[in-house]
């Protein structure tokens, strides 16, 4: 079969989290391991994304440079996979602006993301427009600039959360719609394919009603990538269960405790029922003490790596540069198709 064009977007939102690893960048390793040679992997670090909320110049900097390092901490390798900053590619933002002038405003209201963006913004008001006058523009394309992130490349696939499976239809009807609109000899994008990623979502160690969030005032509710193994044990030894006796996977009747059980079957990649299983009679204190053990297992190999790479600025430098010319050299090729098509 041809090779897929697998693309995939993170925001520079500094260390990760437990969840952010194991609901996110973990697939991006295993798709990496799991590719056919002709498959072409590309791994973006979403500046111009994170601009649509209020950012420090100083720590947007930082978070940029921890979350490479992070991705080569884990396993991304940039000799395998194009690994770069979208803000390094400019071809992103033109093609977005593109695609803007095609995309019908109703679809981007439609999408459940600024809907709710103007949900959070409501005041006394019932009228939309003074409440979308309290939000950037910015957030209202958001959509769009990912549909131009997939489309410059061509991708294929696009492994994301559920909660993305909307933007990337938003994607294929834009693409779809320039297809339509600028025939040429053949469509000009493929369709993209939505590949929803199987993810595991962590709760929050404190409130396990609700995830595992950077947003979360309380520290104690979630483990960095860069926590040492006494942060790791008071953490869990802290986290909320219940006090029914005996261990039992019941994530509606039991959050906590079920979730401590994901997180274990998680780091040690085995089956959370059969994980369930073997702690049925075991009392709390024993699945938190092997949760801790397990977590400070699965994090001591990416944690070192991480704090040894972070200050290799002059490496950090050379990977992100090489990415942004291997990413332009793709994209390159799709923006001349597009202006020519255009007329531009
Ligand atoms: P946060 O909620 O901490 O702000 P983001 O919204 O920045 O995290 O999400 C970044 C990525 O990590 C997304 O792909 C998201 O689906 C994933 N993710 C975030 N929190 C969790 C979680 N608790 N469990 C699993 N995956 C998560
Ligand atoms: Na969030």
New binding site residues.
């Given amino acids: 079969r041809p090779g897929r064009v697998i693309l995939s977007g993170?925001?520079p939102?500094g260390i990760?989290?437990?969840?952010?690893?194991?609901?996110?960048?973990s697939n991006w390793v295993k798709l990496q391991k799991s590719a056919e040679p002709e498959d072409k992997l590309l791994f973006s670090i979403v500046g111009w994304h994170a601009l649509t909320l209020p950012q420090d110049p100083a720590s947007l900097l930082a978070a940029r440079n921890d979350m490479l390092a992070v991705l080569l901490a884990i396993g991304i390798d940039p000799n395998r996979s194009i690994l770069f900053h979208q803000d390094h590619n400019p071809h992103h933002t033109e093609l977005s602006w593109i695609l803007s002038c095609i995309a019908p405003m109703g679809k981007l209201r439609r999408m459940t993301t600024w809907k709710s963006r103007l949900a959070a913004a409501r005041n006394s008001s019932s009228e939309d427009e003074v409440d979308e006058s309290m939000l950037n523009a910015g957030l209202f394309m958001y959509p769009v600039l990912q549909a131009a992130d997939v489309l410059v490349y061509k991708a294929t696939h696009v492994p994301?959360?559920d909660?993305?499976q909307q933007h990337i239809e938003l994607t294929r009807d834009l693409a779809d719609i320039f297809n339509r609109t600028f025939k040429g000899t053949s469509p000009l994008f493929p369709l993209p394919t939505y590949v929803n990623t199987p993810?595991?979502?962590?709760?929050?160690l404190k409130d396990p009603t609700s995830?595992?969030?950077?947003?979360?005032p309380d520290v104690q509710s979630?483990i960095l990538l860069t926590d040492i193994a006494s942060q790791i044990q008071s953490k869990i030894r802290a986290a909320v269960t219940d006090s029914i006796q005996g261990i039992t996977y019941d994530p509606q009747g039991r959050p906590g405790t079920s979730n401590l059980l994901t997180i274990l079957a998680a780091c040690t990649d085995s089956d959370v029922t059969q994980v369930a299983k073997a702690y049925e009679s075991q009392g709390h204190g024993t699945l938190k003490r092997d949760v801790a053990e397990a977590v400070e297992e699965f994090l001591k190999g990416p944690r070192a790596q991480f704090n040894r790479i972070r200050h290799e600025t002059t490496y950090l430098e050379e990977v992100a540069r090489r990415g942004a010319i291997r990413a332009i050299e793709h994209s390159e090729v799709t923006m001349m198709e597009v202006k020519t098509r255009l007329g531009l």
């Fill in positions: 993170i925001q939102t990760p989290h437990l969840g952010n690893y194991l609901g996110a960048l994301v959360g909660d993305q993810s595991k979502r962590i709760l929050s995830k595992m969030s950077k947003s979360s979630r």
